[in-house]
């Protein structure tokens, strides 16, 4: 009765969060375009930033503490300086293949790149970029899904089940949310969401901590936005598309979790059953 009764109430909290996420999501864009228009700027995404982590995280925390009946401290997110070591393992598993993908595609002349605004302007700007990268996207999205979605599954399936599930889902909400926002996505871009909740459910699962997909998430936001965002105006990139491909997705993800498992050599028991 116990057993049978846990993993309807566990898939129901899981639900409940992807919608709410959802939510939350659409719901920040759709505020922000109404009290700052459509067009981006500056104080749109500091609004959309602190907005997105002031409401994902105080929700998480109640879910977890509430729903589930169980301590913060299982969704992998530790508090104190224990994190800046995976923090920083997984900003390096996706820079490091990104040098070498960018050089590949700069040397073969697949892209080319031009600064369009000063370097000092460019180099001012960072700073700001990764903190408000960290608020919008990498802290909410991998609490959420890396930590409490997968946490949740993990409590039902093998490793490998709750990753590739926590994945699904991820993709699925990334996918609904451009449909919702944007009216369309390339399947490329679908793909992406999809291969990125893979490789950072993985992570998760090496490391133990959440925090590696956030520096992972981090360094790849922050560059992805600074090169490719023309509403901003930083860089001008002829063949962007293989520029995208190769030295933004390919490399980085293929090399990943053989980098990240240089750091952390315990061996992972992908099938085993749930405690």
Same mark, same amino acid.
């Given at each position: 009765m116990?057993?049978?009764?846990?993993i309807p109430r566990q898939g129901m909290h899981v639900g409940g969060v992807w919608l709410l996420l959802l939510g939350?999501?659409?719901?920040?864009?759709?505020?922000a375009t109404a009290l700052f228009g459509p067009a981006y700027a500056v104080d749109r995404h500091i609004f959309m930033a /602190?907005?997105?982590?002031?409401?994902? /995280?105080?929700?998480i925390v109640l879910a977890r503490r509430h729903l589930d009946?169980? @301590?913060?401290?299982?969704?992998?997110?530790?508090?104190?300086l224990s994190a800046l070591r995976p923090l920083l393992i997984g900003a390096m598993a996706w820079l490091l293949p990104f040098v070498?993908?960018?050089?590949?595609?700069?040397?073969?002349?697949?892209?080319?790149?031009?600064?369009?605004? @000063?370097w000092g302007e460019i180099l001012a700007f960072v700073p700001l970029l990764v903190l408000l990268v960290f608020l919008l996207e990498a802290l909410p999205e991998e609490l959420a899904f890396r930590g409490y979605i997968q946490a949740n599954l993990a409590r039902l399936v093998p490793?490998?089940?709750a990753v590739a599930i926590q994945a699904l889902l991820f993709g699925t909400w990334g996918v609904a949310l451009w449909l919702l926002t944007a009216g369309g996505i390339e399947p490329l871009h679908a793909s992406l969401f999809y291969v990125m909740g893979a490789v950072l459910g993985m992570l998760r699962i090496i490391t133990g901590s959440v925090w590696t997909g956030i520096g992972f998430h981090v360094a790849f936001q922050t560059v992805a936005q600074l090169l490719l965002s023309t509403d901003r105006g930083h860089f001008a990139i002829d063949n962007p598309g293989w520029l995208q491909f190769?030295?933004?997705?390919?490399?980085?993800?293929?090399?990943?979790? @053989?980098?990240?498992e240089r750091f952390y050599r315990d061996r992972v028991e992908w099938r085993a059953r749930p405690v």
């Open positions: 116990g057993g049978s009764a846990v939350i999501f659409y719901g920040k864009s759709q505020l /602190v907005l997105t982590t002031a409401l994902v /995280v105080p929700a009946n169980q @301590p913060f401290a299982g969704l992998g997110l530790a508090l104190d070498l993908g960018l050089a590949t595609c700069l040397v073969f002349g697949l892209a080319e790149i031009r600064a369009v605004a @000063p490793p490998w089940a190769i030295a933004l997705g390919a490399v980085p993800f293929s090399l990943a979790i @053989p980098i990240v």
